[in-house]
């Protein structure tokens, strides 16, 4: 009997090792789809460990590969696991887990990037979101092409409450690329702060809990591998629509190197951009030679009031982008470089 007293009923039964599973169904990787894969069951039983207890709870693993991760999950007493998997050469190795940890795993074969979260587990499960964060959970090592772009398609979701979000402030351990784990969690004033880090904090409590070396991968990736926690903000640091804040953050990265009206400006068409720049760090406080890095989260918050404020003002203003304005520029010189050439042909 465990030192608890308490038996422990999950683990699973005896199994080839990831290393095994990986030569039996011959699953070398596809470097082309940037798979590497954890075969050290201490890291992926840390990685899960750090994702909180687990006890009782449904997780979405996304990308479980030869399944290392998996496992770890299935050891932590989850009452169910999901597991979207795209590659179709892993789902025999992971009917073999769902085999050995019956009624527990179920497999769908598909893409994370469309797959419906939101209808996949039980109603029941939601919670309100001014509640402690419901027991639902999502983990995964994907590859950075995808994690990325999926980490920002959630913070959406998180600011609207949808998606995996339906059912509360779910949590999430995902793995990024070390530099943008960084990023992610990096604080006012720090060389790493960006556009992702005001876009994650402003929604979110990010930890970069934990750095992997490179080699406990197979095959290696060029780069170390950041394991970054979210838990969703009861009230969002920024109360105005995602696509405005990312609007408003954008710009002002836009020129790291630079003052930050410099960027701010660029919200504004060139014949206003002077005044308007000048009457949104006013109204918001905000000192025009601070760096784009030195801006805090309550910084963002104030320009993006102001700017809400502003475009209620003048309808057209949001939908101003100043690349389309260059394009448009560009295009119209090129057109009258042509009519000028036609002009001296004839
Ligand atoms: N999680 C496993 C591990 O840690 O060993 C595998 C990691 S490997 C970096 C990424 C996995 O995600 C691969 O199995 C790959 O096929 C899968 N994958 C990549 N893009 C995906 C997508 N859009 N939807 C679902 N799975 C995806």
């Not at 798979?35 to 069951?41: A, G, K």
């Not at 598909?110 to 639902?136: C, Q, Y």
């Not at 405005?244 to 003052?259: A, G, I, P, T």
């Amino acid at each position: 009997m465990a030192a608890s007293g308490k038996l422990s009923t999950s683990r699973l039964p005896p199994l080839p090792t990831i290393r095994e599973i990986i030569k039996l169904f011959r699953l070398q990787a596809a470097k082309q789809l940037s798979q590497n894969f954890l075969l050290d069951l201490r890291l992926t039983d840390k990685i899960v460990r750090k994702a909180g207890n687990l006890t009782n709870a449904y997780v979405y693993e996304v990308g479980p590969g030869p399944g290392g991760i998996t496992r770890s999950i299935l050891n932590a007493d989850v009452t169910e696991l999901l597991v979207v998997e795209k590659d179709t050469r892993f789902i025999p190795g992971l009917q073999m887990l769902s085999d050995a940890a019956p009624g527990k795993l179920r497999i769908v074969h598909g893409d994370v990037l469309t797959f419906k979260v939101e209808k996949a587990f039980s109603e029941s499960l939601k919670r309100p979101w001014e509640d402690d964060p419901p027991n639902v959970h999502i983990i995964g090592n994907l590859p950075f092409s995808v994690s990325t772009p999926l980490i920002i398609k959630w913070l959406e979701n998180i600011s609207c409450r949808d998606g995996p979000f339906v059912y509360g402030r779910t949590q999430m351990t995902l793995t990024f690329q070390k530099e943008v784990a960084e990023r992610l969690a990096a604080n006012t004033g720090s060389k790493q702060r960006s556009r992702l880090s005001v876009m994650a904090q402003y929604l979110c409590n990010v930890r970069h809990i934990f750095t992997i070396p490179g080699q406990a991968f197979v095959p290696k990736p060029e780069v170390d591998v950041g394991v970054v926690h979210f838990t969703p903000l009861v009230q969002p640091k920024i109360e105005q629509p995602f696509k405005l804040v990312e609007k408003v953050v954008q710009n002002v990265f836009q020129f790291r190197r630079k003052y930050c009206h410099r960027g701010l400006g660029m919200l504004f068409p060139e014949a206003q951009r002077l005044e308007s720049t000048g009457r949104l760090l006013e109204l918001a406080d905000v000192d025009p030679t601070l760096r784009p890095s030195q801006l805090s989260i309550s910084h963002f918050k104030s320009l993006c009031d102001v700017y809400r404020k502003m475009c209620d003002e003048d309808p057209q203003l949001f939908a101003y982008n100043f690349r389309e304005e260059l394009k448009r520029r560009k295009n119209k010189n090129e057109e009258k470089e042509e009519d000028d050439a036609e002009n001296y042909r004839l």
